[in-house]
């Protein structure tokens, strides 16, 4: 679709979890068979070159990003849609995190993580998300935990709508570990306040087919 859409080069990067190499999760994961002969190139990040970058956030100052991240000219993600056990859910928010240094990620998770993540998204703008709602996780995470069924993918240019309203497709399950009003859990709040998108839903408007 990017290529169709007059993309000259499509890069798809990634970083798999700490403990597990990039390029062996995608192999894994046969993500490189599907890959194979669309014409886009493969960036493990765990294996390439990463630059130290000024975050400027409340809680984060300095990271480390994957530098053909840093030197796109447009990011695109793909995500799914999960809830997370420190951060109460994994987004497009958190995406970003994907970037980072792996040496460097354990110390997110020392204090103020859902802050950490959101401060990240200072320096990482993307310019098109794109959810995978075919399946969610309605507890645990992000490893594992409870899957439902929600058949939905959703496509924003702006995060925190699209954080607000997948946080809203996994509350519409019973079980669900996230409750009351979105708008609320603390990577909503802190994106926010620093104007990362939407402050409410009076300013988007959610399309349907």
Not at 119 to 143: A, E
Not at 165 to 193: C, D, M
Request: charged share 25%; hydrophobic share 40%.
């Amino acid at each position: 679709l990017l290529f169709e859409h007059g993309a000259g080069k499509v890069i798809v990067g990634e970083s798999s979890w700490q403990a597990l190499a990039t390029r062996k999760a995608l192999k894994q994961a046969d993500v490189l068979t599907t890959l194979k002969d669309t014409g886009a190139d493969i960036a493990f990040f765990d294996e390439e070159k990463y630059v130290k970058v000024n975050v400027g956030g409340k809680y984060l100052k300095q990271v480390s990003l994957a530098e053909r991240a840093t030197g796109a000219d447009k990011i695109v993600y793909s995500c799914c849609m999960k809830t997370h056990f420190r951060a109460d859910f994994s987004l497009s928010l958190k995406l970003a995190f994907g970037f980072t240094k792996k040496s460097e990620r354990m110390r997110f998770h020392l204090s103020h993580l859902k802050e950490k993540l959101v401060d990240l998204n200072l320096v990482v703008h993307p310019n098109l998300v794109v959810m995978d709602g075919r399946k969610c996780f309605i507890t645990g995470g992000p490893f594992s935990g409870e899957v439902r069924t929600p058949n939905l993918i959703l496509a924003s240019g702006d995060r925190v709508a699209m954080d607000v309203e997948s946080i809203k497709v996994i509350q519409s399950f019973e079980g669900s570990k996230l409750k009351g009003n979105p708008w609320t859990y603390a990577q909503i709040r802190h994106a926010t306040a620093f104007g990362l998108g939407v402050r409410s839903e009076d300013e988007y408007t959610v399309l349907t087919e």
